[in-house]
């Protein structure tokens, strides 16, 4: 029975247990209909295929169903299929012909950063074959994952280039069903408007949260594995209110055509629903996990860590060499290991120069990041400008900074997601991992899963961060809502170079407690963590929360949402080694007292746990030193708007 199985891909296993794994599967296959059903390897997830005529020609869709509670509902009752190509179409009057033997795919691997080491992609996967009316083939791969579901296209023939006109896949959105979207922007930077229907018909970015009308399931609504032979794509509602279309970017972002170009044999991007509990998302590393495996083969020069940051105070601070040594001096008082030159560095003056400043930032035990404008938008004229531009221009560049001992870069400017610029971030991932150089991503597209693929990319921005402080006064009042949207929403689908934790204040205020901004550090997930806050913002805190931030780690070995709801709070628990580490945030106007339960702790073992709260008002801090154990339970007190961070180290 096994050897008549063939692998399909070698991060594949098929063995006995698997094939009992696979039983699962149920195909069901009558006269006038055809219909496969994937079941997750827990059965709690399944998606269904169906035929709209209800027979074996015509337009199929996809049913995702969950099973929590004892008891299974459909969660998104129809989501359409098909590509349209320049040369002929397939979503309309595609013939059934096979359904290929069910896999099981059973892979373990291993992350230097994000919210999870060691990580398991292990699904239920179908391939469902079909042809249009000209006899040209077209599959439909489904994988049921225990918290979510995938599936993307594939053209397996063997030859010919084509552009491809439309994608139509679309989700259809129970009215009354609650949502969090946020409105597409190039960069990513909007915010997320609460809703409880469609009211609002424009175009949406990803990811896009959904809790079903029963409120027993959420799912997020992403997109993974986008290669050169693809574009990044959104959401739109506009021609129909209820269903979220997939469209390509728009003709106004430029950057080659908004269309992709394909070449046969061809795999599209996945297609991602991650579903089940608020936790099942939080926690989920399902855009990781559906994505290319690593391309590196040495991933031990990558290192995690936090990084002082002048712009946030001092906008055109790296053109001041005093400033540069005074964050580089902060990041070695705080055991940091690195501190990022932003823009105009090409510029610095007042005492020294760039070579002046590595060399001092080197003597002091500190590793320098460095910016660059991708030269990709020809209206953003920021300098250093156009290094990354061309291979040449990048691998000299590249040469450069890994003799001067810079260790990553910080590349902004894309606002793009076209074809032509996912070939562009690709291009430079790929230069980059020759000169042992870290990347981190500005104005840029949200995650697809390149994190995987290319683990040296540490973060992208792709968000609206604390440096909004600095841009109006909108921030100040919608931060802490915002802050408390992000951790079910765009952190769930990679790193978040947010810029967090600020006790001072930047052009505009924050409103947020001391202890809300020292949560952050934990709250939001990121390979390389930039303390937006200036030296005395750090300097002046208590012991404790400065040793706190001197040791919070970048990279985690798990994560846990302990409690929350969009919009409103947020309590998230990751370790590191045996050590962990949990932030509580509050976006609402009163106080909130939170029991705060230690069952993710191993059994037999105490632990010392420093507890960093909201003190009486939202500058000052409450500190407790207690020790817990599994069993334990405290109470914890939010002011409005406030939070609390705290720590975990086991007692020997």
Same mark, same amino acid.
Request: net charge neutral; glycine share 6%; proline share 5%.
């Given at each position: +029975? ?52 209800? $027979? ?54 291993? +992350? ?28 439909? &791969? ?171 105070? !001092? ?45 001092? &930032? ?58 032509? +610029? ?15 150089? +870290? ?12 994190? $995987?693929?290319?683990? !040296? ?52 205020? !924050? ?100 507890? &960093?709260?909201?003190?009486? !008002? ?35």
């Amino acid at each position: +029975m096994e050897k008549q199985i063939k692998f399909r891909n070698p991060v594949i296993q098929i063995n006995k247990k698997s094939l009992m794994t696979a039983l699962f599967l149920v195909l069901t296959l009558a006269t006038f209909s055809q219909q496969a059903t994937v079941q997750s390897p827990n059965n709690k997830v399944s998606v269904a295929l169906l035929c709209q005529q209800n $027979r074996e020609i015509g337009n199929w869709f996809l049913q995702v169903y969950y099973c929590g509670e004892g008891k299974t509902s459909e969660v998104i009752s129809r989501i359409d299929l098909g590509i349209s190509r320049e040369d002929q179409d397939f979503s309309k009057e595609l013939k059934f012909l096979k359904v290929g033997k069910p896999l099981f795919i059973n892979e373990q691997y291993i +992350m230097p950063h994000g919210k999870r080491s060691e990580c398991k992609n292990s699904a239920n996967e179908l391939v469902i074959c079909f042809e249009n009316p000209s006899k040209a083939k077209f599959n439909l &791969i489904i994988r049921a994952y225990n918290d979510g579901v995938a599936f993307r296209y594939e053209f397996p023939e063997k030859e010919g280039k084509f552009m491809v006109k439309e994608e139509l896949t679309a989700y259809s959105i129970t009215d009354s069903t609650k949502r969090w979207l946020q409105k597409y922007d190039y960069g990513g930077e909007s915010l997320y408007d609460s809703m409880n229907d469609a009211g609002i018909q424009q175009n949406w970015g990803y990811p896009a949260l959904f809790n079903s009308n029963n409120n027993s399931c959420w799912y997020l609504i992403h997109e993974s594995d986008i290669h050169r032979s693809y574009s990044a794509t959104k959401l739109s509602n506009i021609d129909k209110a209820s269903s979220y279309k997939v469209e390509f970017p728009d003709a106004i972002e430029g950057a080659g055509s908004v269309l992709p170009t394909i070449s046969l044999p061809w795999k599209s991007p996945w297609r991602v629903i991650i579903l089940g509990s608020l936790a099942d998302i939080v926690e989920s590393t399902l855009v990781d996990d559906v994505s290319t495996p690593s391309t590196l083969t040495n991933s031990d020069w990558i290192k995690p860590g936090v990084a002082s940051w002048n712009y946030w105070s !001092h906008n055109h601070g790296t053109k001041d060499f005093k400033v540069v040594c005074e964050f580089a001096d902060l990041a070695a008082e705080m055991e940091w290991p690195y501190t990022l030159l932003d823009w105009e560095w090409d510029q610095m003056g007042n005492g020294g120069n760039l070579e002046d400043a590595l060399k001092y &930032i080197h003597s002091i035990g500190v590793k320098p990041l460095m910016w660059y404008n991708s030269g990709a938008s020809k209206w953003v004229p920021n300098t250093p400008r156009d290094r990354m531009l061309t291979h040449k221009s990048r691998v000299e560049e590249f040469a450069k900074l890994e003799k001067l001992g810079v260790a990553g870069v910080k590349v902004d400017f894309f606002l793009s997601g076209t074809q032509d +610029m996912i070939k562009f971030y690709l291009d430079i991932l790929e230069d980059a991992a020759q000169y042992n150089i +870290m990347v981190n991503f500005h104005g840029c597209i949200v995650p697809r899963g390149w994190q $995987r693929t290319y683990p !040296h990319l540490m973060s992208y921005e792709a968000v609206r961060g604390a440096e909004w402080y600095n841009n109006g006064p909108e921030f100040t009042t919608s931060a802490p809502i915002h802050n408390n949207t992000l951790p079910y929403t765009r952190n769930v689908v990679g790193s978040m170079d947010y810029t967090p934790v600020t006790f001072t204040n930047s052009q505009y205020p !924050h409103i947020t407690s001391y202890g809300h901004e020292l949560a952050l550090s934990v709250v939001f997930e990121s390979g390389i963590r930039h303390m937006a806050d200036r030296p005395e913002g750090f300097y002046e805190l208590p012991d404790e929360p400065k040793t706190f931030l001197k040791e919070v780690p970048s990279a985690w070995d798990d994560t846990k949402l302990l409690d929350g709801y969009p919009g409103s709070f947020t309590v998230i628990a990751r370790r590191k080694g045996t050590d962990w580490y949990i932030g509580g945030i509050n976006a609402e106007t009163r106080e909130k007292n939170k029991k705060l339960t230690f069952g993710f702790l191993p059994e037999g073992t105490k632990y010392k746990l420093t507890l &960093i709260a909201d003190g009486k !008002h939202d500058k000052e801090f409450s500190i407790r030193h207690l020790v817990v154990d599994k069993n334990s339970e405290i109470e914890v007190k939010m002011l409005r708007r406030g939070g609390f961070a705290a720590s975990l180290k086991p007692i020997n």
